[in-house]
């Protein structure tokens, strides 16, 4: 069974080395990139990024890259819609040489094209704002003028009425002749100019004030707003902006009032002081503006086209540049031998896959034409082989809950496949209820019937999470409705599916208007065949009776899956071939954890099965058994009685337990011990401890040899490569540790203590079952008692009203707070059942994730945004 | 209906179910996964179902109301006309 792919244990994985000729080096590895089976190790781990083969070709394609992200920007900044990658599944295969040329090619001359194009659109889109700016202008500044020519006389005294203005003093004198005409007075006959232009609006407030102080009030401004927002080009956003003249005094003045107002970002445009001539200007601005925006229609239609005409086929490409990309990289992991124009390559491989691989290179052997073979060998090695559970659609949320926690070691038994069960299970215990778990497994089942397009659509991370664990949520729903009905509740209601074990038992006199608390009586000789008997429901002593139920359950549930756990240890001593673990560790183990809380367990069930009343004793304590257990051992008090002999067997047990401790703490430490010095009496040396590292081990080659063999660890190798071939690197850093008695001994302690004081608190733990099975309960029954049982008082047109609008309350709430929340900590504490209590008992972890070349696993990383 | 010999029954149910889905389960890659994932909700779903049978199968105590109708006797109210 180990040999077969399952989820049980990682699948065999086999060192396997590569001989590519170099001209199909590229076609090579990207059919094993569509293959995925393989993990590349990096042979030149001492070469930078930059000293490697293959990095002029990984910066062409990675400009390549840059120019298709350069399109995919521009093609979303114009919302042009792009074909979805899901419409290329045909495109995918390894494309040749020339392609990868013509498309990097065809990017270069588009890019050069779309970005010329850009710029002409932008320079155009750029004096296209300038013009309406200046149009804007010329209509408010012609308001200004008429106002202003209105106002001369007031402009010239509001600046005369101060003495510490005397600027315009000699203006006066000039104009005073002129002042007679009045309206037709010019302000160039008055010597004031003026600047006309355009600035953001919340520019205004500052370019007023230093205009002000800068001028020392020397000025006369004139402003307005401009109704519609006018686009930057540059940032393609709105501005609002506000028309501004401004007259002053001197040429010099004005010089300076154009450097304030450019300074400050502001626009200025020339404005004819002339009403006729400033008509003829805006005539020519709208002209102008006109055919400017015929020109950039045009433009933009092209650019529209060219864009729409890429994004066609901007997927395709992007997938093979990434492709293309990948492949060089992993070609740099290649050592490449000069002499025979090979590369050699090392990789991990599944060991059942291993015939696949070689049908491939021979395909591509065959395509390229090449007499050479691609030679694939086998290496034998001490070197840890990667952890690789092949998981498939079903089982990945499970086996993702695992290794989220920690990888497993190479071939140690993989709780991810009992999780399947336990997982979902547990949770249900806390999240028992019919009707939530039917809404899950519905919620669940639509989300696997919708699989494709749910997939290929944006998710959020929230339900993107609750996507990815669809089937952990299908699992959990089923088991929860199972559970449900064991607690006999349905939306906190109770169900009635058999008759009652209970009959009410009412008294002669009974009035239903008075009620006193009626007793049940038991129908005789008949147990509620399924679940949770429904009188228990909404009886004033429920919880006296559910809660001793569910957490005896919980302590029953616990033991089973603690015991389940430890049992897996014991498979794992097996396959590693270390009895000294099942005697040293597992048994013990097993015995002291039997010894207390096993027989808890079946006091537990022994009690249950007796008939107490029946046989006229009072029923014991079974607490109090357990304290005076260890308290007072052989002696039993009349409340902890369970049946005769009882004093003796629990003396038994606990010196059992007990004497099992020195055991666990000293066996395994003392056994390895004695085992080394053995080895080393005969003359065995730690490989580790020579000085030269024969990386690959050699079975023909006697271990004796220690450290006086060859020189060279390669030589060993080199005899069954046939003729010599180049190992590239040492498998160097061997993993044999070096034995200290010490160090083993403080890991026993830490494990011997660990593991006692776990056996306690790991079943405590498990008492959460219970407490959140009942918060659950009781929160949905208040539930419903606030909402819908509420609108069930009112009578008539009304109560129809009144529970519509109940119903929707307490239907939201349900979904939010009883499904979704209560289900998210019910599952927490799942995790946490799962990652403490249970893999404590067995999980060996420190391996190291199989991680294989694969395009669709790289495409599915990098091409999430292309959705 | 339901007694003692309940228990030995789904003993026997839950046995033959182990051993069906054992042998029953399909060939191929994912048959650890199937007799995994059978046999463990199997005995997972018979021991919750088991324990809450032997809670009540000798009952130390009874149910109590206090604020009962005598139309409650044969369980909860059926639908009326009413409705």
Known sequence: ?????????????????????????????????????????????????????????????????????????????????????????????????????ELADRSQSLEQRIQSLNESYETLKKRESELTEWRWVLREAGGFF?????????????????????????????????????????????????????????????????LWR????????????????????????????????????????????RKISESLGADIYSVDENSELRRDQIHEVNSRLQDLSNV???????????????????????????????????????SYDPARKTLVAEAWCPTNMLGLVKSTLQDVNERAGLSVPTIVNQIKTTKTPPTYNKTNRFTLGFQTIIDAYGTAKYQEVNPGLPTIVTFPFLFAVMFGDFGHGAIMTMAAAAMIYWEKPLQRGKQDELFGMAFYGRYIMLMMGIYSMYTGIIYCDAFSKELSLFPSMWQWDFPDNYNPDDPTTVKATRVEGYTYPFGLDWRWHDASNDLLFSNSYKMKLSILLGWAHMTYSLCLSYINARFFKTPIDIWGNFIPGMIFFQGIFGYLVFAIIFKWSTDWYAIGENPPSLLNMLIY???????????????????????????????????????????????????????YRGIGETTTVSALEDDDEPRTSGG???????????????????????????????????????????????????CVSHTASYLRLWALSLAHQQLSKVLWDMTLNNAFGFDGPLGIFMIFCFFAVWFALTIAVLVVMEGTSAMLHSLRLHWVEAMSKHFIGDGVTFEPFSFKIMLEDEMTELK | MANGWSLLVSILFIAVFCGVSWFASPKGENQTIWRSTLILSAFACWLMWIITFLAQWHPLIVPERDNLRPQYQNGPVKPTRRF
């Open chain 1, 146 to 210: 008429d106002r202003a020519r209105g106002q001369t006389e007031e402009i010239r005294q509001s600046l005369e009425s101060t003495d510490d203005a005397p600027l315009l003093r000699d203006v006066e004198q000039q104009a005073n002749g002129a002042s007679e005409g009045g309206q037709q007075q010019s302000f160039s006959v008055m010597n004031i100019g003026f600047v006309a232009g355009v600035i953001p609006r919340e520019r205004m407030g500052a370019f007023e004030r230093i």
């Open chain 1, 214 to 257: 800068t001028l020392r009030g020397n000025l006369y401004m004139n402003q307005s707003e401009i109704a519609d927002p006018i686009i930057d080009p540059e940032k393609n956003e709105e501005v609002n902006k506000n028309v501004f003249v401004i007259f002053a005094h001197g040429k010099e003045i004005i010089a300076k009032i």
């Open chain 1, 629 to 683: 257990m260890f308290l007072q051992p052989g002696t039993i008090s009349d409340d902890v009685r369970l049946y005769s002999g009882q004093g003796g067997v629990q003396v038994v047990l606990v010196l059992l337990a007990v004497s099992m401790v020195p055991v666990m703490l000293f066996l395994k430490p003392f056994y390895l011990r004695y085992e080394h010095n053995k080895a080393r009496a005969q003359g």
């Open chain 1, 296 to 334: 950039l229609g045009n433009t933009k239609r092209t650019l529209d086209a060219e864009l729409t005409q890429i994004g066609r086929s901007l997927a395709a490409w992007l997938i093979v540049v990434k492709k293309e990309k990948s492949v060089y990289q992993t070609l740099n992991r290649f």
């Open chain 1, 708 to 758: 006086d063999g060859q020189p060279n660890g390669r030589a060993s190798f080199e005899s069954d490569m046939d003729g010599g071939a180049v190992i590239t690197q040492a498998l160097g850093d061997s993993e044999h540790e070096e034995f200290e008695f010490s160090e083993v001994m403080i890991h026993q302690v830490i494990h011997t203590i660990e593991f006692c004081l776990n």
């Open chain 1, 1 to 101: 069974m180990a040999k077969k792919e399952s989820l049980f244990r990682s699948a065999d994985m086999t060192l396997t080395q590569l001989y590519v000729a170099n001209e199909i080096g590229r076609e090579v590895v990207s059919a094993l990139g569509e293959l995925g089976a393989m993990q590349f190790r990096d042979l030149n781990p001492n070469t930078t990024a930059f000293q490697r083969t293959f990095t002029q070709e990984i910066r062409r394609l990675d400009n390549v890259e840059r120019q298709l992200n350069y399109f995919r920007t521009q093609i979303e900044k114009n919302g042009i819609e792009m074909r979805p990658i899901y419409e290329f599944s045909n495109t995918m295969a390894a494309p040749t040489a020339t392609e990868i040329d």
